[in-house]
């Protein structure tokens, strides 16, 4: 776009003009089947911006839509067949902005947050709004406001999206566009220990689990002052990151039995306990390594349904909480961590492809090519293809 497009692209859909009429984009047709095609520029609407799509990172929550569907919910059910492009963790350029926007301008680079809630609903007034009661009810007659880019809205394997500004972050200056797509993890990494009681300077924290969120919530509790962060994973070059992120201790529970160890570091058992992993063994581990009156955090989903030991948590008054997405703002204070680089989030991002080899990215991402953990996709001419630099 030229400065002069840039200063027409002012406040209205009409600034769209500036801009081209169609888009490329993926679209999911069959279970695992994405074609990259071309679909209408979006226009924003009051309260949106259109985001010109710098980079997205792929998230292990992408690879089971693209399979199965959910959490995915498009016209009231599974996205399959029915024009919608994946992807919710973009970054990039303001490109237009919709009738009375001015908390942005044309030209800011915003990383985004997924949800949107209808604003209206119980739990939205509530600032819950990533449990918002009215969750895919937006289309035909059920549009209720609610938006989930990515999951009820198509999101950013395209090269232009449109978001509320209730979503969108500023990005300063000096950071990467790929660092900026990993503020939607530590966002989550975030709300989990918002949930948790926020405040957790002096306090023990534990992570099983050391993928994207793991790693990231290792940080977050180092930087929010927890004492000692303490990581469980079984792969050595991940926990090897961790260190590097913060954690005082990893476990390797192949080597040794977590719960014993936890107990021995904390004395007593952990205050928190961020289960990353997600699995009946996992869940048992938290319940039993927390300490009488701590909490655990429930950041990952069990495939199917689990036994645990409820009455340990019970006679111990061990709190139980899972939580969905970046709710609560948390991308934001997880932004203003970044911004001041108490942490380096872009340790996690292991891979750059281009948009046009989507496929190829997913593949690293679901089978962990290369030891691959975050991959993230560019739209950018000059992008690179394979490992990070």
């Not at 930087?223 to 000692?228: D, I």
């Not at 904390?266 to 699995?279: L, P, Q, R």
């Not at 955090?297 to 709190?319: M, Q, T």
């Amino acid at each position: 776009m030229t400065k002069e497009a840039s200063h027409i692209v002012k406040g209205n859909a009409a600034s769209l003009a500036a801009l081209p009429d169609m888009m490329k984009a993926w679209v999911l047709g069959d279970p695992g089947e994405l074609t990259l095609t071309e679909k209408p520029l979006p226009v924003p609407d009051r309260a949106e911006v259109l985001v010109r799509i710098d980079a997205v990172a792929i998230c292990a929550t992408d690879l089971e839509i693209l399979q199965y569907g959910t959490p995915a919910m498009i016209e009231g059910g599974a996205p399959f067949n029915k024009n919608y492009t994946p992807g919710h963790e973009y970054m990039g350029t303001v490109a237009a902005l919709g009738p009375g926007v001015d908390e942005f301008a044309v030209g800011d680079r915003v990383t985004v947050e997924i949800h949107a809630g209808c604003g209206q609903c119980k739990r939205c007034r509530m600032g819950m709004y990533t449990s918002c009661h009215n969750y895919g009810l937006n289309y035909g007659d059920k549009n209720k406001g609610h938006r989930a880019n990515g999951f009820t809205t198509d999101g950013g394997f395209a090269e232009y999206a449109v978001n509320n500004i209730n979503t969108l972050i500023h990005v300063p200056d000096d950071m990467s566009d790929e660092d900026a797509t990993l503020v939607v993890t530590a966002g989550t990494s975030m709300y989990g220990l918002t949930e948790l009681g926020g405040l957790v300077a002096g306090e023990s924290v534990v992570v099983i689990g050391p993928g994207p969120i793991g790693l990231l919530a290792v940080a977050v509790a180092k930087a929010l002052g927890a004492s000692p962060v303490i990581l469980v994973g079984t792969r050595d070059s991940r926990n090897e990151i961790g260190r590097k992120l913060g954690a005082d201790y990893v476990i390797n529970p192949r080597e040794e039995d977590p719960v014993a160890r936890v107990k021995e570091l904390t004395g007593k058992g952990a205050d928190y306990v961020v289960d990353c992993a997600g699995t009946e063994t996992t869940v048992n581990q938290s319940v039993h390594m927390t300490n009488r009156g701590g909490r655990i955090c429930l950041a990952a989903f069990p495939k199917s349904a689990v036994s645990f030991d409820l009455g340990a948590l019970a006679v111990n008054n061990i709190y139980l909480y899972g939580i969905r997405g970046e709710g609560r703002s948390a991308t934001h204070r997880a932004m203003a961590f970044m911004a001041e680089k108490r942490f380096d989030a872009g340790l996690i991002h292991t891979h750059t492809f281009p948009l046009a080899e989507l496929p190829t990215a997913l593949k690293y991402a679901k089978e962990r090519i290369d030891d691959a953990i975050k991959v993230v996709v560019s739209t950018r001419p000059d992008a690179p293809s394979g490992a990070k630099k």
